[in-house]
């Protein structure tokens, strides 16, 4: 995502939007180009809010947006492109939470100009850390191999890239020493045949927990928009009617009983944009998302998980909420 602030000419002091609810990583790389992170809201299915998007950019005149599909959530895209389009702004998408994601059949991470994939531990294609990134604009596809760090013609053992094009940029751009390691490349790569069948793991175990939860009165599972195809190796869900302290006490429960969870508006959560202070100065309150992650718990599903397992999950979570209810 740095690259890819600096292929799109993201100077120091620029305004960037991006998303008030994602991983510190993505305001962290704003501040890495020393620009100005400006957040938007998000909604209660936690993707970014479309209206207030226009208003940010409005407001901000901002002309690059990093948009983060956190946990894997799709905002209206057909509304977001139109707000980009009408302040003729440069989408970047971080895809870190969301390979192999459809919105109306189309590839996210294909809506703007760059895409970008972590390859980190926790994420679908994982080899420790490192990351991916894909574009159809060749002169990005060459910048990103100088500024990766390619010199002295190298990139020539690697890549079909434009030969001429290359020449003109190599010494016109910094090589900023983000190099692929050969050992985490050929770790990637037999990954890359697997999503689609990791993809269906996913999809069916989240279907069967949502079928075993979603009906009792404490959880609000919101379902994504129709023309969205996730990935599904997550699952978030508001726990509603219930203090702070009990759902405190349903995390501290969960993670006893072997199933750990967080909830992403409590305790220090990196997640939390009230936690980033590096970018405090320049936020307002962002009401909607306190309200839409203060008791959203967070459960990950590995793909080892099987239908069995899954519903020993189900059974927890749901005897969990009436021992604290019994209690
Ligand atoms: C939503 C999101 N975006 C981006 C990143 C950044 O990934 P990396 O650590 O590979 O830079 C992460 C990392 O966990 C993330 O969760």
Redesign the pocket.
């Known amino acids: 995502?740095f690259i890819a602030l600096n292929i799109v000419g993201v100077q120091p002091g620029d305004t960037v939007l991006t998303n008030a609810f994602?991983?510190h990583?993505?305001p962290s790389v704003i501040e890495h180009a020393r620009a100005v992170p400006v957040l938007v809201e998000s909604n209660r299915e936690w993707a970014m809010d479309a209206e207030d998007l226009d208003k940010k950019a409005t407001e901000t005149g901002a002309n690059v947006l990093l948009m983060?599909y956190?946990r894997g959530h799709v905002p209206d895209m057909d509304a977001i492109m139109k707000v980009v389009e009408k302040h003729d702004m440069i989408l970047i998408e971080?895809c870190?939470?969301a390979y192999a994601t459809l919105w109306n059949g189309k590839l996210l991470g294909t809506f703007g100009e760059i895409g970008c994939f972590?390859t980190?531990s926790?994420k679908a294609l994982s080899a420790g850390?490192g990351?991916i990134f894909i574009t159809n604009d060749d002169e990005h596809a060459a910048k990103a191999v100088l500024y990766a760090g390619s010199y002295e013609r190298l990139w020539m053992k690697h890549y079909d890239l434009d030969s001429d094009l290359m020449d003109q940029l190599q010494n016109q751009i910094p090589g900023y020493s983000m190099r692929m390691q050969e050992v985490t490349a050929a770790m990637l790569t037999p990954q890359i045949d697997r999503l689609a069948a990791i993809k269906k793991i996913h999809v069916d175990n989240w279907a069967l927990l949502h079928s075993l939860i979603h009906d009792h009165p404490n959880i609000e599972i919101p379902l994504p928009l129709p023309q969205v195809d996730s990935f599904c190796d997550t699952m978030q869900f508001h726990l509603v009617g219930m203090s702070r302290d009990d759902a405190d006490r349903f995390i501290d429960l969960m993670k006893e009983e072997g199933i750990p969870m967080q909830i992403f508006g409590a305790r220090r959560n990196a997640r939390d944009y009230r936690q980033w202070e590096y970018i405090k100065a320049h936020q307002d309150e962002l009401k909607a998302t306190v309200a839409n992650i203060e008791f959203a718990c967070d459960l990950s599903m590995q793909p080892h998980l099987n239908s069995d397992n899954i519903r020993v999950m189900g059974r927890v979570i749901l005897d969990v909420l009436a021992y604290i209810h019994g209690q």
């Open positions: 995502m994602t991983f990583a993505v983060s956190m971080d870190a939470h972590s980190q926790s850390e990351g």
